[in-house]
C-alpha cells in the first residue's frame, strides 16, 4: 500500500480543496466541528434545508454523489477522488446525514435494478439532495432474519397489475422527512422464505401509509414505525421480478455495510482531546499512568481501523469489490465508541451523569456517544449477524445452522402469525 497522493490526485485534491474553501458553508462549521456521533449536527437553522442547501450547492459544481454515472447526476469520479473528496469535505460531511440511506443504498439499488427511464427521473433528484429516500426492511418479526418478514403486497382483482400492500415497518430511518422509500414485501408465502419476496419503490405520500415517530433514550427522534394499510403501488415500481426481492435486497445490504463500515467514527481524536484538557490530581489526565495505557489500547485499535479502511481503498483503487471483510470496520468501531465513551466518563467522576442545559460540551459528546453506541452495534447488521458473516465468508468456518430454510413460508411455526 502506497498512501501517497499520484501527481493526478494531488491536483484533484488541491482542486478540491479551492472549491471547499470558496464554497462550503463556514457559518455553520462551528457547529460541526464541535459535532459529535450522536449529535443532530446543525441547531442554529433548519438541518433539513442545509442539508439540502449543501447538497444542491456540490450537485451543480458535479461533487454529488461522485462514483455516480453524470448521466444519473452524479460527479463521474473514481473510488479514489470519492475518498479524497471525503478526506477533504470534513466537518461539512455531517451535512450529508439525511441523504446516507438514499446515496448510499437506495440509489445503488435502484441503479442496478430500475428501468433506464426510472434512473433518469429519479436518481438527479436524489442526488441534488431535492429527494430524501428512507429504506422500508425491517419489521418486529423481521430484522436480522429479514426474509421473515410478513408485510404482504398481493396482486389487486381488477386486472390492473397494481399491488396492495398491508403490513408494518419498524425502524425506519428519516421516514418522517423522506420523499421515497424502498420497500420490501411478501408476496409469495408457499415457497421457502427467500424466495417469496419482492422489492418496490413507491412515494412516501401514498394513501394509507402512517408514520409513527419513535423517542430514543438520548432525546433524539431519528426513525419510525411505518405502518401500510391497503396502499396501492403501481406495478411499473417493482424492482426486480416478482418474487425476485431477496436478490435485489442483496444490492441494498451489500451498499448498506460498505456505507456504514468505512469510516465509521472511534471516538478516539475526542477522548484524546479531553484527557489532554482534563486533570487528575492537578496535572493532565493525559500523564496518568493508567489513562496513558487506556489511551494507547484506543489508539491501536483506532489504527488497526486507519489501515483496514484502506485496505478496502487498495482493493477499490484496482477496481475489486471489498468483500465481507468490510464488516470488521463496523464490529470494531461500535464496540470501541461504546467502551471508549464509558471510560471518558468515568474519568468525568460525577461531573459524567450530569444532564440537561448547562452541561459541559465534553460531558454532553461522551454522554450522547455511549447512547448512540448501542444503535451503532445493531443497524446494518448486528455485532452476532457481524460476526457469523466473518466466520462463514472470511474464514470458511461452518455455516450458521438455518432450520427453516427449505420450508414454506406458512408453514414455519411462530406465535402469532397474522
Ligand atoms: C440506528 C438504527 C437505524 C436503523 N435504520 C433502519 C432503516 O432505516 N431501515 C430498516 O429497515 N431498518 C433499520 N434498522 C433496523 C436494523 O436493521 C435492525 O435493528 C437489525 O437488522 C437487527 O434486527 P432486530 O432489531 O429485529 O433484532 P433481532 O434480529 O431480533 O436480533 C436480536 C438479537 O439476536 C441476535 N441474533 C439474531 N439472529 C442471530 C443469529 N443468527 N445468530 C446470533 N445472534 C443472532 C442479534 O444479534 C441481536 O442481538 C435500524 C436500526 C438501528 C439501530
Known sequence: MNFDDTPEEAAFRAKVRAWLDANAPK????????????????????PIGASKAWQKKKQQAGYACLHWPKEYGGGGFTPIE???????EGPFSALSAPFTIGHGMCGPTVMAWASEEQKREHLPRLASGEVIWCQLFSEPAGGS?????????????????????????????????ADWGLLITRTDPDVPK????????????????????????????????????????????????????????????????????????????ELFAYCMEAQID??????????????????????????????????????????????????????????????????MGQGGVL???????????????????????????????????????????PGDIRVDKDVPFKDIPTKGRG
Open 194 to 269: 427467500h424466495k417469496g419476496l419482492t422489492m418496490f419503490f413507491l412515494s412516501m405520500k401514498t394513501p394509507g401509509i402512517e408514520i409513527r415517530p419513535i423517542k430514543q433514550a438520548n432525546g433524539q427522534q431519528h426513525f419510525n414505525e411505518v405502518y401500510f394499510t391497503d396502499v396501492r403501488i403501481s406495478d411499473a415500481q417493482r424492482l426486480g421480478a416478482v418474487n425476485q426481492g431477496w436478490e435485489v435486497s442483496l444490492t441494498t445490504l451489500m451498499n448498506e455495510r460498505l456505507s456504514i463500515g468505512s469510516g465509521m467514527p472511534t471516538g478516539f481524536p
Open 82 to 88: 470519492r475518498v479524497i473528496w471525503s478526506q477533504e
Open 355 to 397: 444532564d440537561g442545559e448547562d452541561q459541559t460540551q465534553a460531558n454532553a459528546r461522551f454522554q450522547t456517544m455511549l447512547m448512540r453506541s448501542p444503535a451503532s452495534r445493531i443497524e446494518g447488521g448486528s455485532d452476532e449477524i457481524l460476526r457469523n458473516i466473518i466466520a462463514e465468508r472470511v474464514l470458511g468456518l
Open 145 to 177: 432474519d429479514l426474509a421473515g418478514l410478513r408485510t404482504r403486497a398481493e396482486r389487486t382483482a381488477d386486472g390492473s397489475g397494481d399491488w396492495i400492500v398491508n403490513g408494518q415497518k419498524i425502524w425506519t430511518s428519516g421516514a418522517h422527512n
Open 282 to 347: 492537578g496535572r493532565p489526565a493525559v500523564d496518568d499512568s493508567g489513562v496513558r495505557s487506556k489511551l494507547a489500547g484506543y489508539a491501536v485499535k483506532a489504527s488497526g481501523l486507519k489501515y483496514t479502511a484502506m485496505r478496502a481503498i487498495t482493493a477499490l483503487s484496482k477496481g475489486q469489490t471489498p468483500g465481507p471483510e468490510n464488516s470488521i470496520g463496523k464490529l470494531v468501531a461500535g464496540a470501541s465508541m461504546q467502551e471508549l465513551s464509558m471510560f471518558a466518563l468515568d474519568l
Open 27 to 46: 457559518h455553520l462549521e462551528a457547529e460541526l466541528r464541535a459535532a459529535s456521533f450522536g449529535f443532530q449536527g446543525v441547531a442554529s437553522e433548519d
